[in-house]
């Protein structure tokens, strides 16, 4: 992977990546800042092995622009960031890192705010809070939401029945076939809610053990990974990393609904051009995902914490889904142009700022 770093945080507008390198403790990790248009930068911290410090450095800008959307979108009032480590959270996770990262986040005085995300939890959250206050993502015992992982799922199945709704005329999901890929912390509380709606599940994950706990627990049909995209059902749910909507996995699919809990869904944008085309309806993955950050950053609303606000904000999916749908239909364009359009519309209106490299998110 190759690309000019400077011509493509100017083609859409960032205002700050920061490199973190630590020698003492081993950090090599990136702060890419998108947008505090609304608000401070928001988004998860995230640690995984990338295979170069190119894929980590363009992963953190991709994930940080598309959080400016997802808050935007939900009616959120904050902006767009995201933090990757370069390392294997298995191997290389430690105390000292952990610290060293928060520090260098305490360093940019409230600019950004991290939270948990692929390859960290809440104790990791835990760590980085003892050197800064500028943690979203925490326990209730440190005064966070706790685990936000139900609050995700509840929004991802809210756009799964908006989506249910314009195909078929009812958002009930009892009696459809799910193909759900991926069974992690939210992907398996997804499953519970499908299963007690009624919902015929067949499931994958490169992890056998819980593809295991998933057919004991719910009785439900498992295939190997490479399979869930030809399975004959009506939805297909993505639950696992993005990229999963390509040029390979399309003609493979006979759902008339995506809609899941994965990050950018869509391996380029001329796949959501694809879906549109072959009548596949797609809840844009920044919305239908954008319920566990809505539950997260409640806290930071007047008044702090508020549960039962938090998780009405959380069912509200459902409405920003068919928002989407409806500027879609007035503007006959793609539903993930249509949500682009959503986000950029309130920025706009609130602000007068408007995001660089419209319709190319």
């Known amino acids: 992977m190759s690309f000019p770093i400077f011509d493509y945080v100017g083609r859409y507008g960032f205002k700050k990546v920061v490199f973190c390198n630590d020698p003492a403790t081993g950090l090599r990790a990136v702060i890419a800042i998108h947008s505090t248009a609304l608000g401070p930068a928001v988004g998860g911290l995230r640690m995984w092995p990338y295979s170069s410090e190119e894929e980590a450095i363009f992963d953190a800008l991709r994930l940080a622009r598309g959080m400016t959307y997802k808050y935007a979108a939900a009616g959120v009032n904050l902006g767009g960031g995201k933090a990757v480590i370069i390392g294997d959270p298995k191997r290389d996770k430690s105390e000292a890192l952990l610290r060293a990262l928060g520090r260098f986040i305490d ?47 509840l929004g991802a199945i809210a756009a799964a029945r908006a989506c249910a709704t314009r195909v078929w005329g009812t958002g009930q999901l ?31 994950d490169v992890d056998e053990d819980k593809v295991a706990w998933a057919v004991r627990e719910f009785g439900v049909e498992a295939v190997p990974p490479d399979e869930i995209y030809r399975q004959d059902v009506d939805i297909f749910a993505p639950y696992a990393l993005g990229g999963v ?19 950018n869904i869509l391996a380029e944008e001329r796949h959501g051009d694809e879906l549109e085309r072959r009548g596949i309806v797609y809840a844009v993955d920044y919305v239908a995902n954008s319920g566990g950050t809505i539950y997260d950053t409640d806290r930071l609303r007047r008044g ?13 999916v459902y409405d920003r889904i068919e928002e989407i749908f409806a500027i ?34």
């Open 328 to 361: 879609a239909d007035a503007e006959g364009i793609p539903c993930y142009r249509a949500a682009d359009r959503l986000a950029e519309q309130r920025i706009a209106a609130l602000t007068g700022v408007r995001l660089l490299g419209v319709g190319s998110r």
């Open 174 to 204: 009892a009696g459809r076939r799910v193909a759900l890929q991926g069974l992690g912390v939210v992907g398996g509380k997804a499953l519970r809610m499908l299963h007690e709606e009624g919902a015929s599940v067949v499931v994958t």
């Open 304 to 316: 702090g914490f508020h549960r039962e606000r938090a998780m009405a904000n959380v069912r509200r």
């Open 107 to 153: 360093q940019l005085g409230g600019e950004y705010l991290t939270g948990e995300d692929v390859g960290t939890t809440l104790d990791d959250m835990e760590m980085i809070y003892t050197e800064t206050d500028n943690v979203v993502t925490l326990p209730e015992h440190c005064g966070g939401a706790g685990d936000i992982s139900p609050a995700t799922a």
């Open 245 to 263: 909507i390509n040029d390979e996995t399309i003609p493979q699919l006979t759902a008339k609904v995506v809609a899941g809990s994965a990050n």
